[in-house]
């Protein structure tokens, strides 16, 4: 079974600062999807970025951008020039891909607190 | 992007009745959706996985009689939580995906207080 890890509980950055939030996963399969969610106060999850595993190039979302390290199982989010906007629960998750067939489901990982300081 | 709508956003329930939350993808179909618990300051935790026109499938550990789901279109699934008691008491969320997509769309979330 896939297993996401998120070792970092809680992170702080000063606005307008860089923050990288990491995230490793386990997994046999060649071909998934990975997530980067947000999920602030509101308690509503709100996609951040996702990256395809077949594909090399890093994704990128205006200020969000990922290293995705296939070999090491890594998937790093980096934020860049931090707003207070950005403060929330930060999830990473793995999805398997359609084309491995089996579930659709996600596999998340334990969440970390990003508090952004003025 | 693609709109998934939960109700109620919260709920209040005396211990032993049954609660039921809907979850609606909004302008898209979705054969199936998730649900998911979240307990405070955790992830999300799988429940089941809902499809339309079938039985739904239950993570290991989850009471299928307790939490009645059931997807009897494209576009709703209900979670009922039946014979509720304050251990039930949580967050729910639910999410779906477009047909020909590989991004869950998710719903506002129930806050479920079992009193």
């Known amino acids: 079974a896939q297993t996401v890890t998120q070792s970092q509980p809680e992170m702080s950055v000063q606005e307008a600062e860089t923050v990288t939030l990491s995230c490793t996963y386990d997994?046999?399969?060649?071909?998934?999807?990975l997530f980067w969610y947000k999920q602030p106060p509101s308690r509503q999850m709100i996609l951040v970025i996702r990256?395809?595993?077949?594909?090399?190039q890093n994704a990128t979302e205006n200020r969000f951008s990922v290293n995705f390290q296939k070999a090491a199982k890594s998937f790093s989010l980096k934020i860049s020039d931090s707003q207070l906007g950005d403060a929330a629960m930060y999830f990473c998750?793995?999805?398997?891909?359609?084309?491995?067939?089996?579930?659709?489901?996600?596999?998340f990982g334990k969440g970390m607190k990003l508090t952004v300081n003025p | 992007g693609a709109v998934v709508s939960q109700h109620p956003s919260w709920v209040i329930c005396k211990s032993g009745t049954s609660v039921k939350i809907e979850c609606r993808s909004l302008?898209?179909?979705?054969?199936?959706m998730f649900w998911y618990r979240q307990f405070p300051k955790q992830s999300l935790m799988l429940m089941a996985t809902s499809n339309e026109g079938s039985k739904a499938t239950y993570e290991q550990g989850v009471e299928k009689d307790k939490f009645l789901i059931n997807h009897a279109s494209l576009t709703l699934s209900t979670l009922t939580v039946t014979s509720a008691h304050p251990e039930d008491s949580s967050f729910y969320i639910c999410?779906?995906?477009?047909?020909?997509?590989?991004?869950?769309?998710f719903g506002q979330g129930t806050r479920l207080t079992v009193v």
């Open positions: 990256q395809e595993a077949y594909k090399q």
């Open positions: 997994t046999s399969e060649s071909d998934y999807y």
């Open positions: 998750a793995y999805r398997t891909s359609l084309t491995q067939g089996g579930s659709e489901k996600l596999v």
């Open positions: 302008d898209f179909q979705a054969t199936t």
């Open positions: 999410s779906a995906e477009p047909t020909v997509s590989t991004e869950a769309f």
